[in-house]
Every structure is written in structure tokens, then in C-alpha cells.
């Protein structure tokens, strides 16, 4: 059981990463591109920051996780 909480810590650490690029370097070079690209980049980082954080916060309240929800709501 332990393992999998280590796992799923490890795996939020990389996924903070990803998002310190999305929104540090990378924003900051669509920044420097034209205003279209910028405002691409922006949605687009945007939409993917809010799937890539729905998916560990529902294995943290799943059935893997504190099975705070059974797999039945599904």
C-alpha cells in the first residue's frame, strides 16, 4: 500500500514539473511569439493543466486511492 501512495507522490512531483515548464520557459517563449501564437499557447495550456490535475485528484479519491468514491459512480 505503500508503495502505491510513493508512486502516486512521485508521479504528482513529475507532473508539477511538466507544469512549471508549461507555465514558466515555454509560456514565456509563446510570450515572445505573436500575439496569436501566445493566446494559442495559453488556451491550450490551460485546458491541458486542468485534465492533467482531474486525473490524480480522482485516483486520490477513488477506489486506489482513499476510496472516498467506489467504482460504482462510474
Known sequence: ???RYFWYI???VALLVV?????GPLRQKSLEQSA???EVYQKSATFLT???LLYPIAWLIGSPGLKLIGSEVT
Request: charged share 10%.
Open 19 to 23: 507544469l512549471y515548464l508549461f507555465w
Open 10 to 12: 512521485a508521479g504528482c
Open 50 to 52: 486542468v485534465q492533467w
Open 36 to 38: 496569436e501564437v501566445a
Open 1 to 3: 500500500d505503500s508503495a
